[in-house]
């Protein structure tokens, strides 16, 4: 799957009342990966909610070519911080990401989902434990 539409399917779940609970947790894990920074095990935790494998985590942690763009990190930075947007408000992670970052976000990767524990139900958001 591919990452915007993982970020769509989460977003769409945990607008759900079935899913409040699990915007709550994506809430406070944007928050701690905010607080800790791009390089911290926080920031894993959280991207790897949206990586259905390892070279689509590798670009939400910025360790690929992605991260040098002008641009990357600002739409890397975008994800935690709308996230912070519950699901009393918008908890719309894509807000205000323009269309060229979503897109590039997938650019050139592979969105076929591993066999590594990576999951693509959003009832399932972290996945850490896996990686």
Known sequence: MKIS?????IHEFVSTPAGAGKGIELQE??????KNGIKSDEWRVFMSNFASNPAQLNRLLGQ???IE???GLIALAYLPANAMCGTSTTANTKRNLPPQFIDALDDQLDSSDAATGFSNQP???SVA???
Not at 5 to 9: C, N, P, Q, V, Y
């Open 69 to 71: 763009k002008p641009w």
């Open 64 to 66: 690929d070519a992605f």
């Open 5 to 9: 539409d993982k970020i769509d399917r």
């Open 29 to 34: 894990q944007a928050s701690q990966a905010i």
């Open 123 to 125: 009832e399932h958001l």
């Open 129 to 131: 434990e896996f990686i």
